[in-house]
């Protein structure tokens, strides 16, 4: 399949899941999330805020602003196809954007820049074992991850992981994916 018919069938099953199944599955995700010995050393925080059928992130950023970690989050350029960071302290800081995207108020908020940040929690629709994944298809953390160094995490809920996924040289593959069933160690599956 290409990377079109394999967003189509797991959109597709990501509607199926029941609200229930939704939030149970983001809560499992959120808790394993937060028992990976990486992230005590993480201290700056890149993570997408969450729109339905995603992994709830809400919940996990509540977690990390107790935990003292600090939260940065997209703002998205349209017309560059590029997107920069910016540290949120309450969800009163974001703005509702094009596809009712939440993003950061920039005049609210602090510009992050890539070196300052330990943790991306990388979005997908659809992933395979070593990492791999497919996006949205604007591919602007493509783009951004091309000069990135730290990190790179997904969560996902278990029906969006397969075999294998077509990608190219330049894709960017996650070192770690997070599911309600396990957490994946891509980087190793990578080596095997």
Not at 20 to 48: G, V, Y
Request: a negative charge; one cysteine or more.
């Amino acid at each position: 399949m290409n990377k079109k018919e394999w967003r189509h069938k797991i959109k597709s099953a990501l509607q199926e899941l029941s609200k229930e199944e939704h939030h149970i599955f983001s809560t499992m995700i959120k808790n394993r999330l937060l028992k990976q010995p990486f992230l005590k050393d993480c201290q700056t925080i890149a993570i997408t805020i969450s729109k339905p059928p995603e992994v709830d992130t809400y919940g996990i950023i509540e977690e990390l602003w107790g935990m003292e970690k600090r939260v940065v989050v997209p703002k998205c350029n349209p017309t560059l196809r590029t997107m920069d960071f910016y540290e949120i302290l309450s969800f009163s800081q974001l703005e509702t954007v094009y596809m009712d995207l939440k993003e950061p108020i920039p005049s609210e908020t602090v510009y992050v820049s890539p070196e300052e940040i330990d943790m991306v929690i990388v979005p997908g629709i659809v992933f395979d074992h070593k990492g791999y994944r497919i996006g949205y298809g604007g591919g602007y953390y493509d783009r951004y991850l091309s000069g990135y160094k730290g990190r790179l995490v997904s969560l996902a809920f278990h029906l969006q992981l397969v075999d294998e996924l077509p990608y190219e040289a330049h894709d960017i593959p996650v070192d770690v994916i997070i599911t309600e069933k396990a957490s994946i160690n891509c980087a190793e599956n990578r080596r095997g």
